[in-house]
């Protein structure tokens, strides 16, 4: 079936740290696929996306390469912020059934400290 | 702006009643979506419509009713028939590739 798996957290880094958050897929077909950040107390947002394989998705300083090869979207950001400290959604998309599911990953929440 | 929104923000049930959490947009999405989020876990549909006075159910729809009467809202009704209603409750619409979601309410029972 389909399915996203990421990294489980929490992943605790230092300002300015480098961050790597690993997400991997299983999917029939050519989805899209998405990371979307939620602060605590509010709903997602959507950080960046890739339509197509190779195709690299970037905002705000992350960013995420959707490699077929390998089934892999996984997520980076060179210098890490405090405000950066959320929990990330890794998901893919399909039109399957007569409409685009939404299939998320369990989240990965980042703690940066000063 | 465009956007959408849920309220209330916070909801307290008592066991046995039902309670209705509200969703509205004005993206002008014909597709919209109800999803769960229980503490370390990833979001579970539970309902989508694709257009006005249509819904269909979803992965975990056991519990809970939908209607779709207007194209800008889509009300969720967490009945008693819901043995755990206590989580975190998000809305989306459908745009050009990717859903958009509202800031959610969290149900608690009491």
């Known amino acids: 079936g389909n399915s996203v798996t990421q990294m489980e957290g929490p992943v605790t880094l230092s300002e300015e740290a480098f961050l790597t958050i690993n997400c991997t897929y299983t999917?029939?077909?050519?989805?899209?696929l998405f990371w979307y950040v939620q602060y605590p107390g509010e709903g997602l947002q959507l950080l960046l996306k890739?339509?197509?394989?190779?195709d690299k998705g970037s905002n705000k300083g992350f960013e995420a390469t959707y490699r077929k090869e390998t089934t892999s979207f996984h997520l980076e950001k060179g210098s890490v912020q405090v405000s950066d400290s959320a929990v990330y959604f890794c998901?893919?998309?399909?039109?399957?059934?007569?409409?685009?599911?939404?299939?998320f990953g369990a989240g990965t929440r980042l703690a940066v400290h000063p | 702006d465009g956007g959408i929104t849920q309220s209330p923000k916070y909801l307290f049930r008592k066991e046995g009643q039902n309670v209705t959490l509200s969703c509205e947009q004005n993206?002008?999405?014909?597709?919209m979506y109800w999803y769960r989020q229980d503490p370390g876990q990833g979001l579970r549909l539970i309902y989508y419509?694709?257009?006005?006075?249509?819904?269909q159910k979803g992965d975990i729809a056991e519990g809970y009713s939908v209607s779709r009467e207007k194209k800008e809202s889509f009300p969720l009704t967490v009945t008693s028939a819901q043995k755990n209603p206590t989580a975190f409750y998000l809305c989306?619409?459908?745009?050009?590739?990717?859903?958009?979601f509202g800031p959610g309410t969290r149900l608690t029972v009491l």
């Open positions: 998901a893919l998309t399909l039109f399957s059934g007569g409409y685009n599911k939404l299939i």
């Open positions: 999917a029939t077909g050519y989805p899209s």
């Open positions: 890739a339509t197509k394989a190779d």
């Open positions: 993206l002008n999405h014909d597709a």
């Open positions: 419509s694709q257009i006005v006075n249509d819904f």
């Open positions: 989306a619409s459908q745009g050009y590739n990717e859903q958009f």
